[in-house]
């Protein structure tokens, strides 16, 4: 912790900070050429010994391998084409996660009224982009969550048969 003279230390240099602010006058043109040249000449010394630091520490690069790139960028969930099971028959933890993220309802009630909403709004999308059969499935699954608020189960009722006429 600070000592009681530390901290009237701290006091005394902020106080001072404050009186030389105060009474000096704006900065001309020279000193602030100055300033620059200062700022100027510091970042560039740091730059030097950042990229002298650099190449004291080599480290060993591999070479870039096309295949490996495209193996690593399959195995991501935005660029993946097949999402493919593992060995014990489930998604991996990342299709999972995001799977969770979209699907999973909660425990409360508004989490679920959350949820159902969410079903109806990407129906409606669907539904905007004629695509009445995904809308269908959206509009099902939002009644699938079986939330209590009666108006948007019967929004979603009515929603998904207009999607199948």
């Not at 060995?87 to 679920?112: C, F, M, P, R, V």
């Amino acid at each position: 912790m600070f000592s009681i003279h530390s901290i009237s230390s701290l006091f005394a240099i902020g106080l001072m900070i404050l009186v030389t602010m105060a009474t000096k006058p704006p900065m001309g043109e020279e000193e602030r050429a100055a300033l620059m040249k200062k700022m100027d000449d510091d970042l560039e010394a740091f730059m030097e010994e950042m990229a002298a630091k650099q190449k004291s520490e080599k480290k060993e690069r591999k070479p870039f391998d096309f295949d490996e790139f495209c193996r690593d960028i399959d195995q991501h969930p935005a660029f993946m084409t097949d999402l493919g099971k593992a060995e014990n028959g489930e998604y991996s933890e990342h299709i999972q996660a995001l799977q969770a993220l979209k699907y999973d309802t909660g425990e409360t009630e508004e989490e679920k009224v959350e949820t159902a909403e969410g079903h109806k709004n990407e129906g409606n999308k669907h539904f905007k982009l004629k695509k009445y059969r995904w809308a269908t499935e959206a509009y099902t699954n939002g009644i699938k969550v079986m939330c209590a608020d009666r108006k948007l189960n019967s929004i979603l009722y009515q929603n998904r048969a207009a999607s199948q006429v």
